[in-house]
């Protein structure tokens, strides 16, 4: 019965805001990453993981190279804390704040930018919310999705790779096919593309590491000559229009932006038998966002009218 009390009083001066600095850690994998999740300094954060050092008698976590690795014990708290953690926290969050938030913070490519921002306005507008907007251009780079939604630094992001980690949920919103276009004006290049053509020709492609992307380019290469000569390589599709319409270039690129952009630039669509893939497009969130009541809404919005 003392041993009983004597637990029961220890567990009473055990501070809970150490379980957040805890998942925090765990989930950024880093004492840096934790402080700018949680709004607080690199010592504070080593200070708050020592006491958790002392009080369970783990170190918890071990470095391995640039990143912490959780050991055993850390995991299965972290396991065993998390749901309820998490709920606790979105219950506290959706106490204090409106029902509605004044800001959605999107990232995504300039390319999906355009055809989903005006998707969200006319959500708000529907709904007679007022919400900014606030858009976060991606460099089409795996680590800069993941980062962003692990840190909670935003709402949603727009994509090819719908498998950012298990605090993230996700769902397809919708699927592209992809078309050759070059200049309209092009020297050799009228109407068509041929398997012919491919030997003559100079390409630039979208880089980007997603591997979804990747597996699509492999298809592409598939189809087309491994050993093709490119002159352009970037993470905008906009750059890669511009370029097009200035070069003897050829690009591939999804139908929906050609035939939105094909009167501001001076490009043309090339019919071909060569077989390309369909790109599937993802929207992925942090799971904590389901609680909050604009962002359910909105997500069955987008998904209905991609």
Request: net charge positive; hydrophobic share 40%.
């Amino acid at each position: 019965m003392k041993q009983e009390r004597m637990e029961s009083l220890k567990i009473r001066k055990f501070d809970f805001n150490l379980l957040v600095v805890l998942d925090a850690v765990y989930t950024t994998g880093s004492v840096k990453n934790a402080a700018t999740l949680l709004h607080t300094s690199s010592p504070s954060i080593s200070q708050s993981l020592q006491k958790l050092k002392d009080y369970f008698g783990d170190p918890l976590f071990l470095r391995d190279g640039q990143k912490l690795r959780a050991t055993t014990i850390a995991t299965k708290l972290h396991l065993k804390v998390k749901d309820s953690l998490e709920s606790l926290i979105s219950n506290v969050e959706h106490f204090a704040d409106d029902e509605y938030h004044n800001q959605l913070v999107i990232q995504c490519p300039i390319y999906l930018s355009i055809k989903i921002i005006p998707m969200i306005s006319a959500f708000f507008e529907k709904e007679k919310i007022t919400c900014e907007i606030i858009h976060r251009v991606s460099d089409n780079m795996v680590d800069s999705f993941s980062d962003s939604l692990s840190l909670r630094q935003v709402d949603m992001v727009f994509g090819v790779n719908k498998n950012l980690g298990l605090s993230t949920q996700s769902f397809l919103i919708g699927e592209e096919d992809l078309v050759f276009i070059c200049r309209k004006n092009h020297p050799r290049l009228k109407t068509t593309f041929s398997e012919k053509d491919v030997e003559n020709e100079m390409f630039c492609y979208v880089h980007t590491d997603e591997l979804p992307a990747v597996m699509t380019r492999q298809r592409v290469e598939n189809n087309l000559r491994s050993d093709r000569n490119f002159t352009l390589r970037s993470p905008s599709f906009i750059s890669i229009l511009s370029y097009i319409e200035s070069s003897n270039s050829v690009a591939i690129v999804p139908r929906w932006l050609m035939q939105r952009f094909k009167d501001a630039f001076n490009i043309k669509t090339l019919d071909t038998k060569i077989p390309l893939p369909v790109i599937e497009i993802a929207m992925i969130y942090n799971k904590t966002n389901l609680n909050k009541k604009m962002n359910r809404r909105l997500f069955a919005y987008l998904n209905e009218r991609f």
